[in-house]
């Protein structure tokens, strides 16, 4: 699986933490950071357009997106045609993300939630799949279906 961990300047520093848990994961096969580097300032608009596009594009599986809240990531990814991104701070959210929803982008917002539990959320967001055949497939079929 190769995923994208990407931030703007309020979501750098978890970022980093999730870029080391993903490189250490056996699950992972690549890691793309995008985002802030080197002290140059970057808004979340470009960097969840980036990641959504690359997903998008076929070019990355899934991504972890952090901004202050999660939620101005989200609502950029979104906009790129294919793409199911969701804020999500709690365990069952992070599951029905996956499952119900099949977001390939999980966004998280650093001055929301501790560190601890953002790590935690990121490794069990990673253990979901999609089933094409739940109950759940008709709903994001429909969801495909708004957008042409
Ligand atoms: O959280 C953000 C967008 O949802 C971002 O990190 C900060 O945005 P701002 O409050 O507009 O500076």
Not at 41 to 56: N, W
Request: aromatic share 4%; with cysteine.
């Amino acid at each position: 699986m190769k995923i994208i961990i990407g931030a703007d300047d309020a979501g750098v520093r978890y970022r980093d933490r999730l870029a080391e848990d993903l490189r250490a994961d056996d699950r992972v096969d690549e890691v793309v950071v995008l985002g802030p580097q080197d002290g140059r300032a970057e808004d979340y608009p470009g960097v969840a357009a980036q990641a959504a596009t690359m997903i998008s594009d076929g070019e990355a599986d899934r991504a972890i997106l952090v901004c202050g809240t999660g939620l101005g990531m989200a609502i950029a990814a979104n906009k790129i045609k294919g793409i199911r991104a969701a804020t999500a701070h709690d365990s069952f959210s992070v599951e029905r993300s996956v499952l119900s929803n099949d977001a390939q982008v999980l966004a998280m917002g650093e001055r929301v939630i501790g560190l601890e539990l953002a790590r935690r959320l990121a490794k069990e967001w990673l253990g979901y799949t999609f089933d094409p055949t739940s109950r759940s497939a008709p709903k994001v079929e429909a969801i495909k279906k708004l957008e042409d």
